[in-house]
């Protein structure tokens, strides 16, 4: 008996109209944005950037460690907040859990604001459906003119969390981003801040609010901004969309852009003529995905993957593993890297599409947590980002046909899988089979 197929989702027709009529792209020129591989490459900039702030700086993360690199990157912030720079940092209550009272022990006392995004300071926390959905977004702007994004959490290259030390740096990547898109850099990092904010402060804003003048102050100030934050921004001018260098910051969230980054990939793929080159830790798409995939490879086009080699999480592992003989029979080339541990979210479609963020292609990223990607449109900008994955591939093993030997215990991790993520996602608050 076949097993289901995985991320079948099978939608609702109000989620098919909520896909296709979903925002486009905000494609906006004349931006500058540069590629950073790791955190070796990402935290000096940053530093360098918040040491000459003079407004403001607002950073979001997944995890902020307590390791030596979070804590010269948490004193760059303790320094700016003390001279006068309004400083504002929110982190994922999961993500950063375990470091959370050192990162407050650093921050607080020099006047940062530091907020959490669903906290789990009760027991009671981990049984909210809610609780699935995490902050995994990697975004950090500097007096509005700078922008960070990427996969890559505030702790050193060489540290696993999980596994400690390693001798390789994980392979990861961000970029910093100078032009028009850092308004929507920062329009989307002071969104997440004022909703960590205000979910955090409500139940208190409320009960003071037979107190006194000021605590109903602070609340309808974290409502304005809330509001400011979440405001259509204007359509750019056709002039500007025109110019050099093309880029669009997608955010998935569980709002108004539930797929907007699923979206993004999966037209950027069915419009791809000559090759696809995805990078992802965490691989477990949907049928739309897996499809746009193999339809890319049937009309010619080269479709690589590079996958964990070094695994982390067996689930995760497993959960790749199990559609290899459907892609890899269909002409999809899979490697998987074996140097270090695998972080990067990177793709390039053909010469002139490319993304870099936060988004793993599974259902976690896809589906449940808020995410962040720019995707760029520039040649020089693919050739950047292709001549780093043809060394990460270089560095991979490559998976052949016949590896992963089709039979029932094939079939049985299949359906183990598919069932597990169907589970997880009804516990997280999402309806439909898998």
């Not at 390789?168 to 801040?193: C, K, N, Y």
């Not at 001018?237 to 880029?247: G, I, K, Y």
């Not at 993004?264 to 069915?270: H, L, N, R, S, V």
């Not at 479709?303 to 029979?329: C, P, S, T």
Request: aromatic content about 8%; glycine content about 8%.
């Amino acid at each position: 008996m076949a097993a289901p197929p995985p991320l079948a989702f099978a939608g609702t027709a109000a989620k098919l109209k909520a896909w296709r009529s979903g925002e486009p792209l905000r494609w906006l020129g004349g931006n500058q944005v540069r590629l950073l591989r790791g955190g070796d490459a990402l935290f000096p900039a940053m530093i360098e950037a918040i040491a000459q702030a003079r407004d403001s700086v607002w950073l979001a993360t997944y995890i902020f460690h307590d390791d030596p690199q979070a804590e010269a990157l948490a004193q760059a912030l303790a320094a700016a907040a003390q001279r006068g720079v309004a400083v504002k940092v929110v982190v994922d209550g999961f993500g950063s859990n375990r470091s959370l009272e050192q990162v407050q022990t650093w921050l607080l006392p020099a006047g940062v604001s530091l907020t959490v995004f669903r906290p789990l300071t009760r027991w009671w926390n981990w049984l909210q459906p809610g609780q699935l959905r995490r902050l995994h977004q990697k975004l950090c702007v500097v007096d509005d003119v700078l922008g960070f994004v990427g996969g890559i959490n505030v702790i050193g290259d060489r540290l696993d969390m999980n596994h400690g030390p390693t001798e390789e740096p994980r392979l990861d990547f961000a970029v910093a981003v100078r032009g028009p898109l850092v308004a929507d850099i920062s329009q989307a990092t002071r969104s997440v801040w004022t909703r960590a904010a205000m979910g955090q402060q409500w139940r208190q804003e409320v009960q003071a609010v037979w107190r006194g003048a000021e605590p109903v102050k602070a609340a309808r100030e974290l409502w304005r901004e809330w509001r400011r934050s979440s405001r259509q921004r204007p359509a750019p001018l056709a002039a500007e969309a025109e110019q050099p260098m093309r880029a669009a910051l997608v955010v998935r969230d569980n709002l108004r852009q539930r797929r907007s980054i699923e979206r993004a990939y999966i037209e950027a793929i069915q419009g791809a003529r000559s090759r696809v080159d995805l990078v992802t830790p965490y691989f477990y798409p949907g049928q739309n995905f897996r499809r746009a995939l193999i339809a890319a490879a049937r009309r010619g086009a080269q479709v690589r993957l590079i996958l964990q080699g070094k695994v982390d999480y067996r689930i995760a592992g497993m959960a790749a593993r199990v559609l290899y003989n459907e892609l890899l029979a269909e002409g999809v080339e899979i490697y998987e890297y074996m140097p270090a541990f695998l972080h990067a979210k990177v793709a390039v479609v053909d010469d002139n599409w490319a993304t870099v963020g936060s988004s793993n292609i599974d259902p976690l990223s896809l589906l449940l947590n808020l995410e962040a990607n720019v995707v760029v449109q520039d040649a020089a900008f693919a050739r950047e980002v292709c001549t780093e994955l043809a060394q990460a591939r270089a560095a991979s093993r490559q998976v052949l046909p016949g590896s992963y030997a089709p039979g029932p215990a094939a079939v049985l991790g299949r359906a183990l899988v598919a069932w597990l993520a169907h589970w997880y996602l009804r516990m997280a608050g999402l309806s439909g089979r898998y």
